[in-house]
């Protein structure tokens, strides 16, 4: 397991990214249908996420848990999302896979690139996808 880079947050800019990551290792465990319809409603009313923003989020939640600093990535991909979204933006939550070898993975991106992982785009296929309101996903 290896372990993304973690920075130290501040006490007070911990309480946000925490309830991130407790609700995202709920979603975490729910089937795949319910998990989109979930993010599809959270995402409503959020405008599209910056880059910035975006990495923002998830070098937060990378901060305040090890497990989403491992290789914990859909509850990773979910808490970053949802702490965009709790800050007025949405990001394109994915998740997809590569096959040879077979790998499958979960994250976030931003104008088709991905935010924050050692993957180019195209890397991995997305299989399920929910972005902003507005785009296809």
């Known amino acids: 397991m290896s ?59 990378v901060a305040v848990s090890m497990r989403c600093a491992g290789n914990n990535c859909l509850q990773r991909s979910i808490a970053a999302a949802l702490l965009c979204r709790a800050r007025g933006a949405w990001p394109t939550w994915c998740t997809g896979v590569r096959t040879h070898p077979f790998a499958a993975h979960a994250w976030i991106q931003v104008d088709d690139e991905p935010v924050g992982e050692p993957h180019p785009a195209g890397f991995f296929r997305p299989l399920l996808s929910v972005g902003p309101v507005g785009e296809c996903g």
Request: proline share 10%; hydrophobic share 45%.
């Open 3 to 61: 372990l993304d880079h973690r920075s130290v947050l501040p006490p007070h800019r911990r309480p946000l990214p925490l309830l991130a990551v407790a609700a995202a290792r709920v979603l975490a465990r729910v089937k795949p249908a319910a998990l989109r319809r979930v993010l599809e409603f959270a995402r409503r009313g959020g405008r599209p996420a910056s880059g910035e923003e975006a990495r923002r989020a998830r070098d937060e939640v």
